[in-house]
């Protein structure tokens, strides 16, 4: 089936960094786009990244831009989120999403303290 | 960049009541706007796409309506799982924006 696994989160001090990983599987994942999206403890939902197919084209939130850089390995299936300069704003549960059909990782936890 | 803003921001319902929540765009974005429940400790679930088109697998007690800047979203007949919290989002253009969120409590 269509799946989405996280991984890569966890506590790190401000100014850190972390590279997080989305495995996908179930689905042609070089022809569509993903996303990053976090939620910080109750919260709302934040669009973070967009990646298009081919990696061609990428899209930041404003809170991100400059410090996190988005990127795919369409070969291995793999979306990566390298988070760098960390802020204690920036925790949150990470999630990628592949919006064509609406399925979702089941998160990764990223605390900056 | 456009903003999002929704209302209620929570409400109290009991079972079989109908549910209406909107969610305001601060400029047009044509049909470009989901719907997603989300409950605690789990991902979202997209119930509306493209404003009013309903996600396969969802029950069809649940509606959307709207187009540029006011959208709704319509709950017939609450069931008891339906009992969560519900964003908006726009996906008009980038960067895209959830709303606050509305908690659906009993």
């Known amino acids: 089936q269509v799946q989405l696994v996280e991984s890569g989160g966890g506590l790190v001090k401000p100014g850190g960094s972390l590279r997080l990983t989305c495995a996908a599987s179930g689905f042609t994942f070089s022809d569509n786009y993903m996303l990053w999206i976090r939620q910080a403890p109750g919260k709302r939902l934040e669009w973070v990244s967009y990646?298009?197919?081919?990696?061609?084209?990428?899209y930041y939130a404003d809170s991100v831009r400059g410090r996190f850089t988005v990127s795919r390995d369409n070969a291995n299936n793999l979306l990566f989120l390298q988070m760098r300069s960390l802020r204690t704003e920036d925790t949150a549960v990470y999630l990628c999403?592949?919006?064509?059909?609406?399925?979702w990782g089941q998160g990764t936890s990223v605390t900056v303290s | 960049d456009i903003q999002m803003t929704q209302s209620p921001s929570s409400l109290s319902a009991s079972v079989g009541d109908r549910v209406t929540i909107t969610c305001r765009a601060s400029?047009?974005?044509?049909?470009?706007l989901s719907w997603y429940q989300q409950k605690p400790g789990k991902a979202p679930k997209r119930l509306i796409y493209?404003?009013?088109a309903l996600q396969g697998g969802v029950p069809s007690r649940f509606s959307g309506s709207g187009a540029g800047t006011d959208f709704t979203l319509t709950i017939s007949s609450l069931q008891p799982e339906d009992f969560a919290t519900y964003y908006c989002l726009h996906h008009d253009s980038y960067p895209w924006t959830f709303g606050p969120g509305t908690k659906v409590e009993l």
């Open positions: 990646i298009s197919p081919d990696s061609t084209t990428i």
């Open positions: 400029q047009g974005i044509r049909n470009g």
């Open positions: 999403y592949y919006f064509g059909k609406d399925v």
């Open positions: 493209a404003a009013s």
